[in-house]
C-alpha cells in the first residue's frame, strides 16, 4: 500500500465514520449473525454460518484498509490556485479520440466515485493531469493504450 492517502477534509471525517461503522454497528451484526447460525447446530455443514464467516473475514479486512488509509492520511488544504492542476481540481479537458468534452474532478484513492467523473490522482488520467496548465496537452497511458487530452479549464 501507498504509504500517504490524500483526502479532503470532508473525504477524512467521511472515511472516520464508515471505520466506526465497520468496527462497531457491522462487526456487531456479523457476531450476531454467527451466533445464530452456531446455535443451529452442525457446523460442517451450516451455509449461514459459512457465509457469515466469510463476511467477517471481508469485513476484518476492510477495517484493517481504512483504518491503515486513516491512519496515513493527508488532508489537502482548499486551494484557490486555478493556475496548475493539483489535488482538489475540477478539470475540464477535450479527449480527442472521443472528440467531446469531460470535467473530471481529482481527488484522493478514498474519494474515487467513477459515476461522478472523480477520479484518482493515482489513475493513469489523474496522474497525468497532475501539475498540468490550462492549454496543455497530455498523454494519458492506459491500460488499452495511450491517448491524449487537452486542458480547457481548471476550476
Do not use: C
Not at 452456531?38 to 477495517?63: K, M, P
Not at 481504512?66 to 488544504?77: F, G, P, Q
Not at 493539483?86 to 467531446?100: K, L, M, N, R, Y
Not at 466515485?113 to 492549454?135: F, H, Q, T
Amino acid at each position: 500500500m501507498a504509504d500517504k492517502f490524500y483526502m479532503t477534509q470532508e473525504g477524512y471525517e467521511a472515511a472516520k465514520k464508515q471505520l466506526e461503522y465497520l468496527q462497531t454497528t457491522k462487526r456487531a451484526e456479523i457476531v450476531e449473525r454467527i451466533a445464530e447460525a452456531r446455535s443451529h447446530g452442525d457446523l460442517s455443514e451450516n451455509a449461514e454460518y459459512d457465509a457469515a464467516r466469510n463476511e467477517q473475514a471481508a469485513n476484518e479486512g476492510e477495517i484493517a484498509e481504512l483504518d491503515y488509509k486513516v491512519k496515513n492520511a493527508v488532508i489537502i488544504e482548499e486551494n484557490d490556485d486555478n493556475t496548475s492542476v493539483h489535488i482538489g481540481s475540477s478539470v475540464t479537458v477535450h479527449d480527442f479520440d472521443f472528440d467531446e468534452d469531460i470535467t473530471y474532478s481529482i481527488m484522493g484513492t478514498t474519494e474515487v466515485d467513477p459515476m461522478k467523473n472523480i477520479i484518482s490522482n493515482e489513475s493513469p488520467v489523474g496522474a497525468a493531469l497532475l501539475g498540468r496548465k490550462k492549454g496543455d496537452t497530455v498523454s494519458v497511458k492506459a491500460p488499452d493504450g495511450e491517448y491524449k487530452l487537452k486542458i480547457l479549464q481548471i476550476g
